[in-house]
Every structure is written in C-alpha cells, then in structure tokens.
C-alpha cells in the first residue's frame, strides 16, 4: 500500500461497530490524523464550555447536534491538526447535509485532487445492543470493551490512569434513537458511496486485529 498517498478515509457503522477503535490504528498505520466530532464533542462537554453544554442536551437524547456546532467543531480541528498529508473522519458525514458540507470544505481547502474512500463497518442491531452494555470510555478519548478488549486494570484507563465510564448516550432507550438514525440518515450515505465504487464494507463483529487487517488490505485495491 502506498502510504504516501493523499488520501481522506471516511468511517461509517452503527454505534459501537468499533469505528473509532478501527480508525485510531488506521490512524496510527498510515500517520495521519483522524477527526471525530463526537470525540471533540465530549471533549467540549468535559471542559463545560458553551458549545459543550448546548451540544451534550442532544448528545444525551441520541440526537444530532445542530449543523452550526458541527462546523464550528470542524472549523476548530481542521485548522489545529496536520490534515495536508490526508485524514480520517470518524463520524461525519452523517446526513446529505453534511456530505454536501464535506465536498465544499475540501474544495476550499484545496483538497478536491485527494482520493476519498468510504469504510463501512457493518454490525447488526441485535449485535449493537449487545456490545453496547460492555462499552467503556475514558476523557482522553480511549475506548474500551469490558469483554472484548477491557482495560488492563479494572476500570483504569490504560492510557492517561482515569477512570473510564459509560457514555450517556449507551443506554437501551438513547440507543434505540441513534440507531434509527444510523438506517435512515447514515445507510444512505453508504449507498451513494457504494454506487460510486468507493466503499470498503468489513464484519465488524470478529477480532479487532483481524477487522484491521482487512481494512487494510482492502484499502491496497485503492493504490
Ligand atoms: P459518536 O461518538 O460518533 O458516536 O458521536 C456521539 C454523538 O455526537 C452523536 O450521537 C451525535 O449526537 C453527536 N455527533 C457526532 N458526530 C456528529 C455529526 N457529524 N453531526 C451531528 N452530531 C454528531
């Protein structure tokens, strides 16, 4: 795989498809940063600011944020990271406005040229409930599965040593809203992706290591 490569990766799947653990080592394997606005979001919440406070009311109720914070939070991220060699986003787009949002940042940013590349990590529902339960985040942005990939200490963040928690947005009846987005908001982003020959569709309910591999070799048809 040519590493070198510009590319700019966009990762789709339901909650807890593993889409933010998947991206993080893709991250990490090809060295370009990976942007999430609701990791960044979380963030803004933890430290009590304005956005963070307004965002965290819908955020609890599994609804999206409204398309002006979402901008602002891109505004924030694309400036501060290194995104000139390429980048990942982790959950955005996430409707057919944002995708239009999407195209017309990157032109503006001079990124028309870079291949995009949609990677859809595919997990059915009864299986996201199920994972759902067992997820543990932590402030600095860790993820982890108390079953499938739990911190060494128990509920210590291997990372930073906090404490990791659930998110409040993983209980049964905020699940049930973030899921019905994801089939009628975010499916049909998959489609139009697929329709042009651009997305990477991967089981996301096997091993971690093994899911990344596939990506990964999957990604080498894209040279
Ligand atoms: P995630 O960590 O990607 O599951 O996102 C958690 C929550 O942050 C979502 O359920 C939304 O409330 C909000 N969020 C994340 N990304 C977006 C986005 N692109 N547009 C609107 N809201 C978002």
Do not use: W
Not at 48 to 75: M, N, P, Y
Request: net charge positive; glycine share 8%.
């Amino acid at each position: 795989m040519n590493k070198n490569k510009k590319r700019i990766l966009l990762f789709f799947g339901p909650p807890a498809s593993g889409k933010g653990t998947q991206s993080d080592m893709l991250a990490e394997f090809l060295k370009i940063p990976v942007i999430s606005p609701g990791e960044l979001l979380r963030q803004e919440q933890s430290a009590g600011s304005k956005l963070g406070i307004e965002a965290g009311k819908r955020i609890a109720k599994g609804k999206l944020v409204k398309e002006e914070t979402i901008e602002k939070i891109l505004a924030k991220c694309l400036d501060k990271k290194d995104v000139k060699n390429g980048f990942i986003f982790d959950g955005f787009p996430r409707n057919n406005e944002q995708l239009k949002l999407l195209f017309k940042k990157l032109k503006k940013m001079g990124f028309d040229s870079h291949e995009i590349i949609a990677v859809y990590i595919h997990l059915n529902d009864k299986e996201v409930k199920t994972r759902i339960g067992g997820r543990r985040v932590c402030d600095c942005g860790a993820s982890y599965h108390l079953k499938y990939n739990a911190p060494k200490k128990n509920s210590i963040c291997d990372i930073c040593g906090k404490k990791v928690y659930r998110r409040e947005d993983d209980t049964p009846a905020v699940i049930k809203n973030r899921l019905k987005l994801f089939h009628e908001e975010i499916l049909p982003l998959i489609k139009y992706f697929k329709e042009n020959n651009i997305v990477i569709k991967v089981d996301g309910s096997g091993d971690i290591n093994k899911i990344q591999k596939e990506i990964r070799q999957e990604l080498k048809k894209y040279l």
